[in-house]
């Protein structure tokens, strides 16, 4: 039995289907914004207030291991009603809202731990969608890409665990945009169309890599032909890659570079 914490993106459905198809028992805590997963009898929605509750049930169900997967968005504090183990642990839950997502992330594993349940990594029953170090385009990086490449990796490795970079644009060695809280669809839509550079999407240094691994779909793709991006370099085994038959010849057929690291 395996414990989903799904929220909303198309991750969390995919997660769901690989669930399904190897028939492993599962049931779902439905943290989507809009409650998409109700029409499943063993979905359940309980508000991250309530600790006890969530547990309980976790352990009702002999669960000892749980994943998370989707974008669980940052609940409204001030709203929240919460049980008796909600009111214990939320002051730390709140604490590490006011550092960033990726500590509330930390804190929520924590108290999972705390309770005698496992985390594990969101691509545990799907790491096709993970990729190996090479080159997945018919177009590859040429040596001045690669210079742009080596310092934005140089970059990554100075970010602290709790900073929110997920990404960055690069073009001749200057950094042209930095992914903030809102997003690599936001980041790239501040830049000036066919502005040129590179997209590196990488994990924080120190990252849980369980949880909110960076994620590269179709999307990003025509955002990256949107803004005349040359390609996007990606970390081995530390990426989510969605679509990816359809990326790749997006990309071959727009000339973008599909590069691991």
């Given at each position: 039995m395996i414990g989903l914490f799904l929220g909303d993106t198309e991750f969390s459905e995919i997660v769901l289907n690989k669930i399904k198809k190897i028939k492993k028992k599962y049931f779902i805590l439905d943290f989507s914004k809009t409650n998409k997963f109700k029409k499943y009898k063993n979905s359940y929605k309980i508000s991250i207030g309530k600790f006890g509750a969530i547990i309980n049930l976790i352990k009702a169900k002999k669960c000892k291991r749980v994943l998370f997967a989707g974008k669980i968005a940052k609940p409204n504090f001030s709203s929240l009603r919460l049980d008796f183990k909600g009111i214990y642990y939320m002051p730390g839950v709140i604490k590490a809202a006011n550092i960033g997502d990726a500590a509330i992330i930390k804190t929520i594993i924590k108290i999972l731990y705390?309770?005698?349940?496992?985390?594990?990594?969101?691509?545990y029953f799907n790491p096709e969608l993970s990729l190996k170090k090479g080159n997945y385009s018919k177009l590859k990086p040429n040596k001045q890409d690669y210079i742009s490449?080596?310092?934005?990796?140089?970059?990554?490795?100075?970010?602290?665990?709790?900073?929110?970079v997920q990404a960055l644009v690069i073009k001749n060695d200057k950094i042209l945009a930095k992914e903030g809280r809102e997003g690599t669809k936001i980041m790239l839509s501040k830049l000036r169309k066919k502005k040129g550079g590179i997209l590196i999407k990488f994990p924080?240094?120190?990252q849980d890599l369980r949880m909110d691994l960076p994620t590269i779909g179709l999307q990003t793709f025509k955002d990256i032909k949107k803004y005349g991006l040359k390609g996007v370099v990606m970390q081995s085994k530390k990426n989510i890659f969605l679509n990816k038959t359809k990326c790749i010849d997006f990309a071959n057929k727009n000339k973008i570079f599909i590069t691991v690291i």
């Open positions: 705390n309770e005698g349940i496992k985390v594990i990594s969101s691509i490449i080596k310092k934005g990796m140089t970059f990554f490795k100075k970010t602290k665990s709790l900073d929110h924080k240094q120190k």
